[in-house]
């Protein structure tokens, strides 16, 4: 794959606002947010989309979500709640090649069964 500017990002290479990081994983603010709270919760590793996810890295895919959830609490929205999403390719309107789980909330967000 090629890289993308969320490698640049997760090298410091460029800027972003980092609410979290370890040694396999990276979140930070979107640069459009869609809600309040908009935070992209992103692999180190170089994963293009949902379809490239190896079954070894199912732990690695288990804590991104976990980290959503610190995420979520530590920004104040767990108990109101917030979406998770993988968009994944041309239908699913993902824009970067590189996996990458959105945490939204901080407000009420509509039903996504026309979005
Ligand atoms: P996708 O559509 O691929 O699921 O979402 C990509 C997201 O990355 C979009 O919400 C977009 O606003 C965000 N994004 C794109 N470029 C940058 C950037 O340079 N910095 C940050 N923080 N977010 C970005």
Not at 28 to 49: G, S, Y
Not at 52 to 62: F, N, R, S, V
Not at 100 to 109: A, D, S, T
């Amino acid at each position: 794959m090629s890289e993308t500017i969320f490698s640049k990002i997760i090298r410091h290479e460029l800027p972003a606002d980092v609410v979290y990081e370890d040694n396999e994983i990276m979140a930070f603010r979107d640069i459009n947010p869609q809600a309040p709270v908009h935070v992209l919760v992103v692999p180190k590793v170089e994963i293009e989309t949902v379809n490239d996810i190896k079954p070894e890295q199912a732990e690695l895919i288990g804590k991104l979500v976990l980290t959503a959830q610190k995420i979520a609490a530590d920004e104040g929205i767990a108990e109101d709640g917030y979406r998770l999403v993988f968009n994944c390719n041309r239908h699913g309107c993902q824009e970067v090649f590189h996996l990458h789980l959105h945490l939204i909330g901080g407000r009420q967000l509509r039903g996504i069964s026309a979005a």
